[in-house]
């Protein structure tokens, strides 16, 4: 089958196959590559548990540092391929091809150039980070390891966005799911086979994000998709301009949930090892559940971005309300969370009890709230979807950048670990808020623009087809 007769093909599929199962069909593959991802971050707090309190908190001091790549690569990941989803919408097969290899371009450079200066200054960063004393000589064996694999995971991110949105989330999820895989593999083998210890742990991490890279480039040249090739690399400050806008709110909710999690492992500093250790074994747990959320969201966003071009409106906002009532009906694993905490943590340290109990306060604080995800997460991929960036961009911020940030600042001055616990609950009852007062409106435009045939809201510099930069 040829190019256009493929493309032609998936045109059909995305604008015209019934809706809710697209959207499932664009989800599953999505919610197993993010989860075999969450599963590989807790097999290295698993593998690294076995070494002590300290080692565990020590992955836990990098992670924000790994949240930051994937916020970079999320970026431009997502502004190419919101952008390319439009393109693709309205059969402009050309431009999203330099939109495409635009987007990959800048990422590599701007991450490697960020990764020299990390390796360059690596010991003040462990610092900024939160890192304890006792935590310090670990948290730099492992910093160096994930600086280096840092140009390979954002190219990576960015390029499972651009073969999702194509409609090719299968691709996306062998590319992600292989590397991970593997790390989960050479976790135990090069941390006590090869007898590397907690340095193991990290090159294990490396290694799976080289790999996820080349085989999610390797998928980008099959049959049917948009071929990323340098020759259509042209810069542009204006394309840059296209790509950063749509992919901006991605790099603030990402960046403000990394910026969070250095503030919250500064916060529990003063109360020792354990607390840390228990935010990292927690925070490992809710966001492999929030994966299911956002797998969801990533699938959506696809059908959203497609028939948006096509415009398609009804589609889109019928797409969201499916997503919201899907994310409604996984209640059960926070259930089984909630009923079970002391035995959940254990599994990670058995052998402190400290951690294990005031783990079990924060997963029943934090998954009694988990429910009200599906709003702000689905409302955010739809906004970003549409090219509604400043709306995408406040919603995308609220959860943890408007409200966790100052609350993490002011609630524990006044009871210590226990307002420390309460944080994230508080953040995501104004968050969920703050998202249904934007996306009443926005909703609303979606139903006017379908009923009167005309676009009801557009990116600058894309209505009619026109692209600028390109």
């Known amino acids: 089958m040829s190019f256009e007769s493929e493309q032609v093909t998936k045109y059909r599929e995305m604008v015209e196959s019934p809706l809710e199962s697209l959207i499932i069909r664009m989800s599953i593959p999505s919610i197993i590559s993010l989860l075999i991802t969450s599963v590989y971050n807790l097999a290295d707090t698993y593998f690294v548990g076995r070494l002590g309190t300290s080692a565990t908190g020590a992955v836990g001091i990098v992670y924000p540092l790994m949240t930051l790549i994937m916020a970079l690569g999320l970026m431009f990941g997502k502004g190419t ?43 003040p960063l462990v610092r900024l980070l939160g890192a304890t004393e006792s935590m310090r000589d670990y948290t730099v064996v492992y910093a160096r390891y994930i600086l280096i694999a840092m ?38 083998l090069l941390m006590f086979g090869f007898g590397m210890g907690f340095a193991g742990a990290g090159a294990a991490t490396m290694i799976g994000e080289i790999v996820s890279f080349f085989v999610l480039l390797w998928q980008c040249t099959r049959e049917g998709c948009i071929q990323i090739r ?15 806008s749509g992919g901006f709110s991605s790099l603030l909710k990402n960046g403000l949930s990394s910026l969070a999690s250095v503030l919250l492992n500064r916060a529990a500093r003063p109360y020792g090892d354990a607390v840390i250790a228990a935010f990292i074994i927690v925070n490992r ?44 009906a996984l209640l059960v694993v926070i259930v089984i969370a909630f009923l079970f905490p002391e035995q959940i943590i ?10 294990i109990l005031i783990g079990s306060w924060i997963l029943r604080a934090q998954m009694a709230t988990l429910s009200l995800l599906p709003v702000c997460s689905t409302g955010f991929v739809m906004l970003q979807g549409i090219g509604k960036n400043r709306d995408a961009t406040i919603i995308g911020s609220g959860r943890q950048g408007l409200f966790l940030l100052p609350l993490i600042m002011i609630l524990p001055r006044f009871l210590g670990v226990a307002c420390l616990i309460a944080v994230q609950p508080c ?40 692209n600028s930069g390109q």
């Open 427 to 466: 953040s995501d009852v104004l968050s969920t808020l703050l998202g249904i007062a934007i996306l009443r409106p926005n909703l609303r435009k979606l139903e006017t623009g379908d009923e009167n045939g005309a676009e009801p809201f557009q990116a600058a510099g894309q209505r009619h087809g026109t």
């Open 346 to 355: 254990g599994l990670f340290r058995k052998d402190d009890p400290e951690v």
């Open 230 to 244: 340098l020759r259509n690399f042209a810069f542009s400050w204006s394309g840059m301009r296209d790509i950063f």
């Open 285 to 328: 747990l809710v966001h492999m559940c929030q994966q299911i959320y956002f797998g969801i969201g990533e699938g959506y966003q696809t059908v959203c971005s497609y028939n948006y071009g096509a415009k398609q409106y009804r589609r889109v906002k019928e797409g969201f309300w499916f997503c919201v009532k899907l994310g409604a």
């Open 81 to 123: 391929g919101t952008l390319m989803g439009r393109q693709l919408g309205r059969r402009e097969n050309d431009a999203a091809q330099r939109t495409a290899v635009q987007g990959l371009v800048y990422v590599s450079v701007l991450v490697s150039t960020l990764m020299v200066l990390g390796l360059l200054f690596i010991q």
């Open 151 to 188: 140009p390979f995971k954002a190219a990576a991110t960015a390029l499972s966005c651009i073969l999702r949105f194509q409609g090719f989330s299968k691709r996306s999820m062998y590319g992600l799911g292989s590397g991970a895989v593997l790390n989960i593999f050479l976790d135990p």
